[in-house]
């Protein structure tokens, strides 16, 4: 018997145990006792609201190791596009802040939610929370995205997708198609072909019927997403970036940012600025389906690039 595997095993164990029975219980009771003391002086003026598979991670995870910003406790909260959460409002929302660590006058509160920009309803409901939010979107080569998209949920299929199903209930409980849908790639027993999905999506959306889950095009149609945006948010209060920025040159992208958000620039050498959920596909995109996929995406990506007065780098592909 390997006995250091072992004691390894059991001392991770213990710790899961300390953390789940000790450290989180005791950490509600706090949360719940000086909550009443702070709550009129959080509000949460930042969002990172899309889209997905953008970089979302990344900007995330770069801003919590910024001195005045301080993250939700996990990074997708949802509060403003799953029901169930938004009912049981905005005391149990700013619950969900570290503000325990937070100097509370100079502390900027921010969550990171990719479905915002996707779903019309979140962008309402956050203009209604504040309208002076600011909005930070991400946007990527939207052929990429959908794979890139595509592949995820493949491997969320490979490793056990019974977590993820809470996921979907919670987004898709009333749209019959959408559940179909999700059993089909997460419990299926054929693995359906990323382009059958394109075959199937692109179809509804051309017969402009309303398309269901796993929204693979659907995302990528960004153009109608931030002009929701903008019928709630002012253009000054909505910074966009793109993902090549995050990688060519994080450094101007985190200037950018800052500039935007009127915080002090930090040396950028003493972050962590590593790369977020960057993974290899087991087989890559045929030609043929993205030239498909261009051609599909080229007269929406020319009015996006109207609308934000900026080239899009992917279009230099075509």
């Known amino acids: 018997m390997d006995y250091k595997y072992l004691k390894k095993y059991i001392l991770k164990r213990i ?41 979302t ?18 990074k997708e909260l949802d509060f403003f596009v799953v029901d169930k959460y938004y ?12 503000f325990l660590r937070s100097k509370i006058n100079t502390t900027l509160f921010f969550e990171s939610s990719p479905d915002y920009l996707f779903r019309p309803k979140s962008l309402k409901r956050i203009y209604e ?32 997708a019974k977590h993820i199903w809470k996921y979907i209930i919670n987004r898709e409980s009333e749209n019959e198609e959408s559940l179909k849908n999700a059993k089909e790639i997460l419990f299926g027993k054929e693995i359906i072909s990323f382009e059958t999905w394109v075959e199937r999506e692109i179809l509804l959306i051309n017969k402009k019927v309303e398309y269901s889950f796993p929204y693979f095009i659907g995302r990528g149609l960004y153009y109608y997403q931030i ?13 966009i970036l793109f993902d090549k920025e995050l990688k060519d040159n994080k ?15 930090i040396d950028s050498n003493i972050l962590n600025l590593e790369n977020f959920h960057s993974r290899r596909y087991a087989n890559k995109l045929s030609l043929e389906t993205e030239e498909k996929l261009r051609e599909f995406y080229l007269p929406h ?18």
């Open 251 to 265: 450094f101007a992208a985190l200037n950018k940012l800052y500039n935007f958000l009127k915080i002090e620039r």
């Open 301 to 318: 990506d020319l009015k996006l690039s109207e609308l934000i007065k900026s080239d899009l780098y992917w279009l230099k592909k075509n």
């Open 57 to 74: 991670t990344a900007i995330y995870h770069y801003l919590k190791q910024h001195p005045e910003c301080q993250s939700s406790k996990k």
């Open 129 to 160: 929370y504040d309208n002076n939010m600011k909005i930070i979107i991400l946007l990527r080569d939207p052929v990429s995205r959908a794979y890139s998209a595509y592949n995820m949920w493949l491997q969320m299929r490979e490793t056990g």
């Open 87 to 98: 009912q049981r409002g905005v005391d149990w929302y700013h619950k969900q802040f570290q």
């Open 15 to 55: 710790g899961i145990l300390f953390r789940k029975f000790i450290i989180t219980p005791f950490t509600k009771l706090i949360v719940e006792i000086v909550f009443p003391f702070v709550k009129d002086k959080i509000k949460v003026s930042l969002i990172i609201a899309g889209s997905q598979k953008s970089g």
């Open 227 to 239: 002009l929701d945006c903008y019928r709630y948010f002012p253009k000054k209060q909505v910074l």
